[in-house]
């Protein structure tokens, strides 16, 4: 075979996948939007015959409405909520529904906390904060089926949907826990799927907005500043820490504080990475503060709670811990006199 008919024979070759590969494609394209057109009629019906049983006020799109359908209809039958009044929040990880309370419940208004499927399973570094904890079944009961663990470790699509239920059930037991220890938490009432339902903050105009939002009298400040540590002690106290704490996720509504969001809860005696996790929570916590005018020190503030319970401290906060784009944990480095920030 001569140089040019090698030449033209590749470039027969070439033509020939092209051709094959954009057929590749259609088909593939095809097959999405068959499958896609499929899930949507799939929803649809799913709605419709939910919706027979549940109706709300609020009025969602349509993908919105059969995700609430499905998350809240079982909740709504055990009289927890009788309708959906407005979305108070929705964010990359869950959504916050303002609901009318069912026979069940005697306070004014509850709020509907529901994970996106899948939302939590790209938590950052979300190994850090299970260490030592027992995944959980949608009971809240301990995983003990082999094929439950292994499709966890494995990380298979089963696996992950498992691991999504453990993350919501941790925070709904970690609410019951700590609300009856007395800490300022919602208190919570049910746990369906992927909701929680739980005390609402804020009155039917408007939800409690969070601390960060707010600017305090000093004097104020100096008094939710030892509230909220007074919280973190009772935390401790039920051998909880809360894993993400900061001013963004505690709520404020008329002089009073409500602490939130317990997917990442830590376990202090179980989890060696325990005191790097808590010593960063102290330290956002006292950042805002310290910007409302109230004089501490982040650091002894973390090691006389840390070892007012029995736990020993190991060095100052680790750097691996902090996340460059919040200022707090900026700060949080700075103050420890380094000057290399991450």
């Not at 015959?49 to 609430?68: C, D, Q, V």
């Not at 650091?299 to 100052?316: D, N, S």
Request: with cysteine; glycine share 4%.
């Amino acid at each position: 075979m001569s140089k040019n008919q090698l030449h033209e024979f590749f470039d027969e070759l070439d033509d020939s996948l092209d051709d094959e590969l954009s057929t590749a494609r259609k088909r593939t394209t095809q097959k999405r939007e068959s499958k896609r057109r499929e899930l949507d009629a799939r929803l649809f019906i799913r709605a419709q015959e939910i919706s027979r049983e549940f109706n709300f006020t609020y009025k969602a799109a349509r993908f919105e409405e059969a995700w609430l359908l499905d998350s809240l209809v079982e909740i709504a039958d055990h009289q927890w909520i009788s309708d959906v009044l407005r979305k108070v929040k929705g964010g990359k990880e869950a959504s916050v529904y303002l609901c009318k309370p069912g026979e069940a419940v005697s306070s004014p208004y509850v709020a509907a906390k529901i994970y996106r499927p899948r939302s939590l399973r790209n938590l950052k570094n979300d190994s850090r904060y299970r260490l030592g904890r027992v995944d959980l079944d949608a009971d809240g009961t301990a995983l003990w089926k082999e094929k439950d663990i292994n499709a966890i470790i494995k990380r298979t699509s089963y696996g992950e949907e498992v691991r999504h239920q453990s993350w919501i059930a941790y925070e709904f037991q970690t609410l019951e826990l700590l609300y009856e220890a007395g800490v300022d938490v919602p208190r919570p009432y049910a746990m369906e799927k992927n909701a929680i339902v739980m005390d609402f903050v804020g009155d039917y105009a408007s939800a409690a907005p969070v601390l960060n939002a707010v600017g305090l009298e000093e004097d104020e400040a100096q008094v939710l500043f030892e509230r909220v540590i007074r919280n973190i002690d009772l935390m401790l106290s039920s051998h909880r820490i809360h894993g993400d704490l900061s001013a963004y996720n505690i709520l404020y509504w008329n002089g009073a504080v409500k602490i939130i969001d317990f997917p990442q809860v830590v376990l202090p005696e179980s989890n060696p990475e325990s005191w790097n996790i808590f010593q960063r929570d102290v330290h956002r916590v006292c950042q805002y503060f310290m910007s409302q005018g109230v004089r501490c020190d982040p650091r002894k503030v973390a090691a006389e709670l840390w070892t007012a319970h029995g736990h020993r401290v190991f060095k100052e906060i680790d750097p691996k811990y902090l996340d460059p784009e919040r200022p707090e944990d900026r700060n949080a480095w700075e103050s420890q006199g380094k000057k290399k920030v991450f």
